[in-house]
């Protein structure tokens, strides 16, 4: 069959375009494209959005930098213009990655990047990642090389190229003043690119700018419960995450931890929403292993341990310590009947991505993709991978990334039997039986 593409449209270029033009006249057209353009199309240039790709992604001649898409528009005057939007999915010179489903890196080390950066369309961090498990830790930063959170960012959008967004978080999301939070925004899209730059916006909930700095000093326990919340204060967030995407940000809306979250999230049109997995599905284990041993014993005692976890883990506050026993074990049981912990749809702790997933689908924001992330132990990314060949899901592949530590992702690249065959092929290769 023959191959189609500007090329065969046989327009020349626009006057003073032709380095621009040349570039893209191996874009492919459908049949029913070639047959509704041949005619109409006269010249052939590209959009100023084009150009600036170009200046601020300098391209080798011939191509086109990663993670845009080329789209086409015609003019009613016969000129096609080539664009070049922001398409994670999208390799260089507009081919699509191997895969619909994307993979993202939790990271701020610039050495981890450097070796996955080729196999990334995103990569997240978050104070904790950029100060805990790598500027203060000597065994990551090596040399003490990287003092400041700047000079990290710099070098990670330096080490990953254009086709990766990077999602970055505010330091304070409690700062009232939100010219001072898009003035940080503004210095992240200055650093990073504004083709690049996504804002990490977190759920605030019951943290308030007046009682976050509970959880700074003495026990770091809030005063209330989660769900002790005024209207303001507990859509703080989701008010930050509009007002960027109304300046012109994408938003990658984050800390959701049920599912119940997500369809008030989407309200906010973020970019990114997410799934975590791992302290839920943890959790849930416990508790679950709690209540079956009140169940299978009668011992109070296990109600005890767990409404003192309930407390550690801020599902109650301080002051419910005491709180009845029959109600911590309602409450215990009414958590694993709404994570469907003890059925088909959640007994893998992936409920809350299933949910995720069939809202996307019926959502009205094409662009926003799921971030999976938080996984831990043997199980998590193999069920997830499972879960996205169930025939339920098989549309939704380019609505999902999955973000992870590097090394949590590279365990996944090799087996047992990689081993077992290389010992073979290597000892075949030294010459011996």
């Known amino acids: 069959m023959l191959k189609l593409g500007l090329f065969s449209l046989s327009a020349p270029a626009a006057r003073g375009e ?26 052939i240039g590209v959009t100023d959005r084009f150009k600036d790709v170009l200046s601020e992604y300098p391209t080798p001649e011939g191509g086109t930098p990663p993670g845009f898409r080329r789209d086409i528009s015609l003019a009613d005057d016969g000129l096609l213009k080539v664009d070049l939007a922001r398409d994670i999915s999208r390799d260089k010179n507009g081919m699509s990655r191997p895969t619909k489903l994307l993979y993202s890196a939790d990271t701020a080390d610039p050495y981890e990047v450097a070796v996955i950066s080729p196999f990334l369309a995103n990569l997240t961090c978050n104070p904790g990642i950029i100060y805990d498990l790598f500027i203060n830790n000597p065994k990551a930063n090596i040399g003490n ?10 070098e990670i959008g330096r080490v990953l190229g254009p086709g990766a967004d990077i999602s970055v978080e505010l330091n304070d999301p409690f700062e009232k003043d939100f010219g001072k939070l898009l ?14 730059v996504v804002i990490k916006v977190p759920h605030t909930g019951a943290v308030t700018p007046e009682n976050v700095g509970m959880l700074l000093e003495g026990d770091k326990k809030l005063d209330r ?54 302290h839920r599905l943890v959790q849930s284990t416990k508790i679950k292993e709690f209540v079956n041993a009140y169940d ?36 215990g049981r009414d958590i ?5 912990f003890e059925d088909s749809q959640g007994s893998d702790g992936l409920d809350g991505m299933r949910h995720n997933l069939r809202v996307l689908r019926n959502c009205n924001l094409p662009d926003t993709r799921l971030i999976v992330c ?37 365990r996944f690249t090799s087996t047992n039997q990689v081993i077992s065959y290389q010992r073979r092929f290597m000892n075949a290769a030294a010459g011996q039986k």
């Open 18 to 43: 032709e380095d621009y033009v040349s570039r893209v006249m191996d874009t492919e057209l459908n049949n029913e494209d070639y047959l509704s353009l041949r005619e109409a199309v006269k010249f």
């Open 145 to 154: 090389k990287f003092g400041t959170r700047d000079e990290v960012m710099s």
């Open 183 to 196: 003035e940080e925004a503004e210095k992240f899209k200055e650093m990073l690119g504004k083709y690049r």
């Open 225 to 278: 419960g989660y769900d002790e919340v005024t209207t303001p204060d507990a859509l703080r967030g989701h008010l930050l995450a509009l007002k960027l995407h109304e300046h012109g940000f994408r938003v990658n809306f984050t800390l959701m931890f049920e599912p119940f979250q997500t369809q008030l999230a989407l309200q906010a049109r973020p970019y990114f929403i997410n799934t975590f997995l791992r």
């Open 296 to 331: 299978s014993t009668g011992n109070t005692g296990y109600l005890e341990t767990l409404r003192a976890y309930f407390v550690n883990n801020d599902y109650y506050p301080p002051s419910k310590a005491g709180a009845d026993l029959m109600d911590v074990l309602r409450f």
């Open 336 to 340: 694993l009947r709404y994570r469907h």
């Open 374 to 410: 938080s996984m831990e132990g043997p199980y998590n990314y193999p069920d997830i991978d499972k879960l996205l060949c169930e025939q339920e899901f098989m549309d939704m592949h380019d609505k999902v990334v999955i973000t992870a530590p590097p090394d949590y992702l590279a």
